[in-house]
T-cell receptor
């Protein structure tokens, strides 16, 4: 079974600084997808960024980028120029193509933005 | 409204009562998922529908839980004889084949069993 591990229960960063959230996963598959979801206090899960395992290029979405290391099974999220609105729980997730169980999530990292 | 809609947002019930939640997915999405999330944890998969067919169920889904998706549109999740351990956020998500494997989530139904 696939597992996703987020080793940082909580992270804190100053507004406008850069922060990196860690994620590792375990799988025997070679083709899969990785995601970072944001869950603000409203509890709605919002997709932040997506990475396809067969692509070597790291995904980027505006201030959000990932460092995908397939051999190390590592998938970290970097948030640049942190903003107060970035404060939320961040979940790393894994999915097989067409996987009937959807996403496997980590336990999350609580990101605090200090003004 | 183009998002995933869940009702009700909050449900408080007494132990032993039955509850039903509804999820309306994004209209063109044929895949629908139910997840459960407890405090301090990530969402855990419960069940999956492709159109009206329930194709996958987690072992977390005890006999007291039942889900339906008639006509492949909205879905309901019913919990019978609720227990305090059922207290959680129940999340619904939908996706469409060819949507780059992205799941879109609703705002969830927060269940509290007293």
């Amino acid at each position: 079974a696939q597992t996703v591990t987020q080793s940082q229960p909580e992270m804190s960063v100053q507004e406008a600084e850069t922060v990196t959230l860690s994620c590792t996963y375990d799988t025997s598959e070679s083709d899969y997808y990785l995601f970072w979801y944001k869950q603000p206090p409203s509890r709605q899960m919002i997709l932040v960024i997506r990475q396809e395992a067969y692509k070597q290029q790291n995904a980027t979405e505006n201030r959000f980028s990932v460092n995908f290391q397939k051999a190390a099974k590592s998938f970290s999220l970097k948030i640049s120029d942190s903003q107060l609105g970035d404060a939320a729980m961040y979940f790393c997730a894994y999915r097989l193509p067409g996987g009937a169980d959807g996403l496997t999530f980590g336990k999350g990292t609580h990101l605090i933005i200090q003004p | 409204d183009t998002g995933v809609s869940q009702n009700p947002r909050h449900k408080i019930t007494k132990r032993g009562q039955n509850v039903t939640f509804r999820c309306d997915p994004i209209s063109e999405h044929n895949r629908l998922y139910w997840y459960r999330q407890t405090l301090g944890q990530g969402p855990e998969f419960l069940t999956y529908f492709q159109n009206e067919a329930q194709l996958e169920k987690s072992r977390l889904l005890s006999d007291r839980f039942s889900a339906e998706r008639p006509k492949g549109s909205f879905s309901t999740l019913e919990i019978q004889r609720t227990e305090q351990g059922d207290s959680a956020m129940y999340l619904c998500a939908s996706s469409h084949r060819g949507s780059d494997e992205k799941l879109f989530f609703g705002s969830g139904t927060q269940l509290s069993v007293l």
